[in-house]
């Protein structure tokens, strides 16, 4: 069995990350990465009648340019796996009805990206898909209306609140090619310590991202150049750093956090950092997937985190469950 | 490449549906198939103190059942897959954390079976895992109340509403064993005809149910004894007898669908009949199953049908997108 250690699978040379495609907004578009994208809109609604299709539309055109991009047509694509933050996850499926490719829609919260990837690329390894599309996304109004208040009362921000990423990032996996491969994926279990506060996804999904990693690098081995999580902020960050420091095993001089590179949590106002599917998604695409390309780094382990936060579970006195999916890619 | 035709994932003969275990509601246990479920609630909060709350015990209490059923410890599952109705696939996710396996949660709507079964095949012949459990379920409760309206409205039904089935299946599928046999898997591609109205997913599911259907049969060529799709009840399946026929491909003699299965439709006043992702799940662990066990049917094409409706799309104007996955099992 392709399995290594307790939790995580093997997978041989064949399945590499060939391309990404990313679209963010304009805040995302102003912070340190700017320049990284792809693509940056600065119309919230991008001419659209809801922020939710907007949404859709950030989704379908990321998948639409990385085929035109790589001249992929209709046929090429084996399937298409994707998923949002949005209630039946409307996003990747009304995407997915226009794209009419063969489709596994998932839900993973913030942890997708390193979710549909990883799935992506086991169907590849076991020899059925030469190429995949994973595709996530997010939205700053849409996900806040969701999960939180409505924009429009204008209340004020926790300390420990994220700014959920307006973006999406679109990843071709093949089987041919050249580029950075994945190697080993591990799918978490879920992790409860007992968070209930929407205002600190952080704390809430840090203990998941503990479990993963650390499970990850026990049955692996593999020495990373770089780790990085999905979306837990400077709180979850600075707890994920401390358990491993506890362990005796720190991580600290090479674990970061896309949550705090995507923004200048100083200057942009974002208080906690970044969030949502979007977050991992468009880092991993428009930056880290370049620091492999570029041979800046040659091991990364890419861990998408997700606080499964449900408002009506909430309401019902429940806590925030969080997941973490890793995924090892090596150049 | 174990792909057939355009879009069918074809499976040596290694994927076994090891076992499954059913729970049912107190309607469900009433109808045509009330002595076939493995454990039947009377009581539609089953000692929680929320439909959603006993929803995820529904999950949770099946897959513990079918593990210990079958002697299977914690450690020789390599995977849950799961997913349901609720927003944030809420049964799922908190089913998970209390069972403590690696989790991947999908999103499917109502074609979930199916679609945790596909996935969890693939996987399994891919050489990924021994032992994967896919588990799904709805609560006519907590499901009417997030897509229709509140229960305590008393609302009159539409004639071609269905009723969502409180229920839930845990399938085993294992990489060793006897029994029937999961062959062939076609992801869906979605389909959307335009329908709007939340009281008849019937008609917004059955061309997506066509479309799969005719492609899967396309690709394999194999002559099915029993073809058998998820929730379309009385409208979804006369609309699919009639698009085939239409074909000159009638599958009208051997087709028969889960909704119109699992109630006395006269009798149990359910109106178009079941739906929810228990509906098919359900009809697939107590029924349709055992008929391959038994080998009354040697060959199953199991079809579970999604209408991914989104209340706050169908505000926006948005109609209702349908998908369906095929399973093919042979005995």
Known sequence: MKKIGKQTFSIKDNV?????????G????????????????DDDLWGEDSWEKCELKFQKEAV??????????????????????????????????????PYVGV??????????????????????????????S???????????????????????????????????????GSGPRIKNVTFGKIQDLGVKD???????????????????????????????????????????????NEDKKSIEKKYDDCGTIIFDIEKQDVHAGGSGCGCSATVFGAFLYKKLLNK???????????????PTATLQGESIPGIAHCVGIEM
């Open 16 to 24: 590499f990350v060939r391309d990404t495609f990313t679209i963010v």
């Open 26 to 41: 304009k805040k995302e578009g102003e912070g340190p990465l700017g320049d990284k994208f792809d693509m940056i809109v």
């Open 64 to 101: 639409k340019h990385l085929m035109d991009k790589n001249n992929l047509a209709q046929k090429d694509i084996d399937l298409l796996i994707s998923g949002d933050l949005l209630n039946q996850i409307t996003s990747s499926s009304f995407a997915a009805r226009d794209l009419q490719l």
């Open 107 to 136: 839900y993973g919260a913030c942890s997708t990206m390193a979710l549909t990837m990883g799935l992506g690329s086991l169907l590849i390894d076991g020899g059925f898909a030469n190429n995949i599309i994973c595709v996530t």
């Open 138 to 176: 997010s939205h700053f109004c849409s996900a806040e209306r969701q999960y939180r208040l409505p924009l429009e009362m204008g209340g004020q921000r926790h300390m420990s609140a994220q700014w959920t990423v307006t973006g999406t990032a679109a990843v071709w996996l093949s089987n041919g």
């Open 198 to 244: 929407a205002n600190n996804m952080g704390a809430a999904m840090a203990p998941a991202a503990y479990d993963s990693l650390r499970q990850h690098l026990e049955d692996t081995g593999v020495d990373y150049d770089l780790i990085v999580t999905g979306d837990l902020g400077t709180v979850g960050k600075s707890i994920v750093n401390k358990m491993f």
């Open 296 to 310: 800046e780094i040659n091991k990364l382990l890419f861990t998408s985190t997700g606080a499964l936060h449900s």
